[in-house]
């Protein structure tokens, strides 16, 4: 039910699913073509320890990458209240977070978890690029993931953020296999989650699609956010 529940797509209308809590505030960010519902069950997960969540909508296929962020920077604000923010994405949620923290580092000071991002950019997107119903598909917010796009015009973090990158080494999706070549989750590869300003990096085992859901992804998140040591495992 989980992993139907992550896959629920993106609909007009969708709001920010809040949850009020004491705690510190975390803002996660979904992937692309994706939902809040992805998100979810780290956000109950998150909830549970104490924290406040607030699981963002945005436009990912529909929109350019700068109005993107400036419509998940409009939703963070709304909720400032001077709690201390951190930053929990998936795939595409990572370089949305970049971008964030590059035109509003106001909003991106503390801890951040980035699952399975694309850092070097995609080299599937980049296969797709050849094809006209793939460029529509995506939009202009997934074609932003190519390699070029990501490598050449999206920063990496400052040293205030504190940021933990958790790629997956399992693959259920042979297809993009010989696109992508070493370890990988079969859509990114462990290597291009490597970013500018990372504090560490992790595999864990788990596929792209539902990496989100294994559970030692969520413990090693609970781990870091709680400010227990974590350290690199990448060998």
């Not at 939703?75 to 990572?94: A, F, I, L, W």
Request: hydrophobic fraction near 40%; proline fraction near 6%; charged fraction near 25%.
């Amino acid at each position: 039910m989980k992993k139907l529940r992550m896959m629920i797509p993106p609909l007009p209308g969708d709001l920010p699913r809040h949850r009020p809590a004491a705690g510190d505030r975390v803002v996660l960010l979904h992937g692309l073509w994706r939902s809040v519902w992805a998100m979810e069950s780290l956000a109950e997960l998150l909830h549970e320890e104490g924290f406040e969540t607030v699981s963002v909508p945005y436009a990912s296929f529909r929109k350019p990458m700068d109005e993107i962020v400036a419509d998940v920077a409009e939703v963070v604000r709304s909720y400032e209240d001077g709690k201390r923010v951190h930053y929990v994405t998936h795939s595409m949620g990572g370089i949305v977070l970049r971008h964030l923290g590059d035109r509003f580092p106001e909003l991106v000071r503390e801890r951040a978890v980035l699952l399975a991002p694309p850092n070097q950019g995609s080299e599937i997107i980049d296969w797709l690029e050849g094809f006209p119903v793939s460029r529509w598909a995506l939009g202009p917010g997934g074609m932003s993931l190519s390699t070029k796009a990501v490598t050449q015009e999206v920063p990496g973090f400052s040293e205030e953020v504190e940021v933990a990158v958790v790629m997956g080494n399992s693959c259920h999706l042979p297809f993009f296999q010989t696109l992508l070549g070493g370890e990988n989750d079969g859509v990114v590869t462990v290597l291009g989650g490597e970013v500018e300003g990372m504090n560490s990096l992790h595999v864990l085992k788990g596929d792209h699609t539902f990496f989100m859901g294994e559970k030692e992804v969520g413990e090693l998140l609970l781990r870091f956010l709680c400010e227990r040591e974590v350290e690199s495992n990448s060998g």
